[in-house]
Structures are given as structure tokens and as C-alpha cells.
């Protein structure tokens, strides 16, 4: 952990997987395949790099002024930010620590996972909403505050509501450590392996919190959610599961660039072509034959927005058309929004915060869902999931 702020580190939770099954973990990739990975998933390696050599990297500054704001927002030193008008109510109601996953790969070696955990105070064992965060590639642990700002305030304002859980998985946090005791980062070779080391740690928190409720993915971290269902099956369900304006696949997010074709020929030869769309039909036919009534009681909502700067046209999740159907097999809808330039310019569409979203922007429906006209994106996203329960 980065040491930003003075968040305690719970016991470690071991995986109760046998460590044969995740030899996966530790496959290797070329070296282009580690470019083409970091620049995909970890851009932020890059930030901190650079920073190191080159004090004045304007990445780097951007990078600790977002932590320095976090860090304000939990001690309470934030000024009366009008962005932020129920951070006392938050503070006052909701603990934070670190929940640390130990998953043993071959070799005597141990990976472990983060997630950084918010909940409400003097939170029971059971009868709790647990919801899974999955950010996208620029969010650590320390410098995203909206991807859980948001669903805490919907939860806060709900009337009757069970005391809830929020994980966010921390990425960039994983490290493996060697029988030396060394630790260093820890980087799947692959999405899958990202998905499988995500599937460990899921199963070990439901062990200790039980059932999750709502797993979340928001930009390229629908890409470890689809990993996760990738090497999962019904054993998920009936969790709900919502993408947020992800990628469609890897082919299609590579062509919006001038070397997009070379882009992808690299990240086929080195095994990271992935395609998130397939998956999610992967996973839903083979939990429909598997698990008919299961999958009836389960909920997946994919929302995008018509101008999306990081995914365009077909490389945003929610225009894939191989998704359409879903609706007659469960509860499955997308939701397409564009507020109006008057309110925010439409190329900070791709990052406008949940709450920012209502009914009165949505220009496309496909499915079988309703968003009420009095709530924002997240407030919906915590009613339909605490339907599922």
C-alpha cells in the first residue's frame, strides 16, 4: 500500500483453493505483451515512473494531487466542497480499512489481492448489502473517490436500508511474494489470469462477508469483470452485475488508434485479445442450462453514453449487438445516456459521476428495466440490486 493514509490492514484472508489450481496465475508474457498489457491496464506504472526520473512530470503531479485530495476527504480536511455535501454524513456513518487476500500460486509463492473495504459502523456478519467495486485503469486505492462517493450517499439516503459493505479491488495493489519473502508488484500476464486471481479473492471474502449483492465495473474494469465470468458459473448468481461504460472488446477499442491494427496483431500473439461482449453471452448461455431459475432471479444493466471519448461507436460495451436478446432470458437492459453539452462537455461523458445520470437523459433503452424518474443512476443501481436479494 501506498501509505497515504492512515487506513488499517485487516488480518489477511487465505484462499481456501488448493494452490495447484492457480499455477495459471504465473504465466509469462513476451515483451510486447507487457507493453501492450500496461498501456491497456496499468498506464499509472508509467505515471510513477516517470515521476521518479522527472520531478516535474506533469502525470505524476496529476497523480498525487488526486491522492492528496482523497486523503483530505477522509480526515475531514476537505473545505465545504459543494461537490461533496454529504462527506460529514459519510465520514460519520461509514468505517474504512484494508482487506488483504492471500491466494498460494506454485512454488511455494503467495499472491496477494486488496480491497480496500467501506462499511457502515458497528456492521453485522449478516443481513448485509456487499457490493464489489471494480474501477478502471487510472483508479488506485488512493486516488478515486467517486467510484464509491455515489453508491454511499444512494445508500445513505435510502430509507429502511440493510447496512452495507462497498469493496473496491485494488489492481494495481496485487503483489506476489517468493519463499525469499521479497515482495514486488504483482501483473497478470493476461485478463484471464486477472480473472482468476478476482475469483479467488471473491470466493474468500463470501467465505468471511457472505453473498455479494452487486458487482460493479466501471472503463476498462469491465475487463476483470468479464474475466471473472469468464472462469465462473452459476455459483455467481444471482448477484447483479452492472458495466459501466466499458469496452466492447479489445479489436474494437484498438482500431480508434492510428497504430490500432498493429495494436492488435501484438496483443493476439501475446494471448490478451479479449473480447468482453462474448463473454458475458459465454457466461449467461452456459448459467442457463446449468441453472435455469438462478438465472431468473439475476440482474445485468450495461449503461454507456452516446458521446464516449475512450470508447467510441462499437468499442463501447453497450453498442455491441451481440448483447441484444439477453431480455427475454432475464433481467437484462442497457441504458444509453447524453446529457447536453450545456450541462458538460460531451468528451467528460466517459468519467461524469453516477449521480450526475437521470431518466431525463437516457436516449436509448434496451430491455426490460425502468429507471424511476426521481433517481440518479446510482441510486438505481442499489435498488434493482437489493431486488436480486
Not at 217 to 224: D, N, P, Y
Request: with cysteine.
Amino acid at each position: 500500500m501506498s501509505g497515504h493514509l492512515p487506513i488499517q490492514s485487516m488480518v489477511p484472508l487465505v484462499s481456501s483453493r488448493a494452490q495447484e489450481n492457480c499455477h495459471e496465475l504465473e504465466k509469462r508474457v513476451n515483451i510486447l505483451g507487457k507493453l501492450i498489457r500496461d498501456i491497456i491496464y496499468y498506464p499509472l506504472y508509467w505515471f510513477r515512473d516517470k515521476g521518479a526520473k522527472n520531478n516535474g512530470n506533469k502525470n505524476s503531479k496529476k497523480l498525487a494531487h488526486e491522492e492528496a485530495y482523497y486523503k483530505r476527504f477522509w480526515t475531514g480536511q476537505e473545505p465545504q466542497d459543494l461537490n461533496l455535501e454529504y462527506a460529514d454524513i459519510i465520514r460519520e456513518r461509514y468505517v474504512i480499512y484494508d482487506q488483504p487476500v492471500i491466494i498460494l500460486a506454485k512454488n511455494g509463492k503467495k499472491i496477494t489481492t486488496v480491497c480496500r473495504v467501506i462499511e457502515t459502523k458497528e456492521c453485522p456478519k449478516e443481513g448485509v448489502f456487499n457490493a464489489l467495486l471494480l474501477p478502471g485503469s487510472l483508479s488506485t486505492l488512493d486516488n478515486n473517490l467517486f467510484i464509491f462517493y455515489d453508491f454511499l450517499v444512494a445508500h445513505a439516503s435510502q430509507e429502511n436500508s440493510s447496512p452495507g459493505r462497498f469493496f473496491i479491488f485494488g489492481h494495481y495493489e496485487m503483489t506476489i511474494e517468493a519463499e525469499s519473502k521479497s515482495s514486488t508488484v504483482y501483473k497478470p500476464s493476461s485478463f484471464e489470469a486477472c480473472g482468476k486471481a478476482l475469483k479467488r479473492t471473491l470466493e474468500t471474502l463470501q467465505e468471511h462477508f457472505g453473498k455479494f449483492n452487486l458487482i460493479f465495473a466501471q472503463s476498462a474494469g469491465c475487463f476483470t469483470l468479464a474475466a471473472l465470468l469468464k472462469c465462473s458459473g452459476p455459483e455467481l448468481l444471482p448477484t447483479m452485475l452492472h458495466f459501466d461504460r466499458g469496452p466492447s472488446s479489445i479489436y474494437e477499442a484498438s482500431r480508434h488508434y492510428w497504430f490500432g491494427k498493429l495494436l492488435y496483431v501484438i496483443a493476439k500473439l501475446s494471448g490478451l485479445t479479449f473480447y468482453v461482449d462474448r463473454e458475458i453471452t459465454s457466461f449467461f448461455n452456459r448459467c442457463a442450462v446449468a441453472d435455469y431459475l438462478n438465472l431468473q432471479k439475476s440482474t445485468c444493466i450495461i449503461t454507456g453514453v452516446e458521446e464516449d471519448s475512450v470508447y467510441p461507436g462499437p468499442a463501447g460495451l453497450v453498442s455491441s449487438s451481440c448483447l441484444d436478446g439477453f431480455q427475454k432470458k432475464l433481467k437484462f437492459t442497457k441504458w444509453v445516456f447524453n446529457p447536453p453539452a450545456q450541462i458538460n462537455h460531451p468528451r467528460a461523458h466517459h468519467n461524469w459521476r453516477l449521480m450526475c445520470f437521470n431518466k431525463s437523459y437516457l436516449t436509448y433503452t434496451n430491455g426490460n428495466i425502468e429507471m424511476l424518474s426521481k433517481e440518479n443512476l446510482a441510486q438505481a443501481i442499489l435498488r434493482l440490486a437489493q431486488i436480486t436479494d
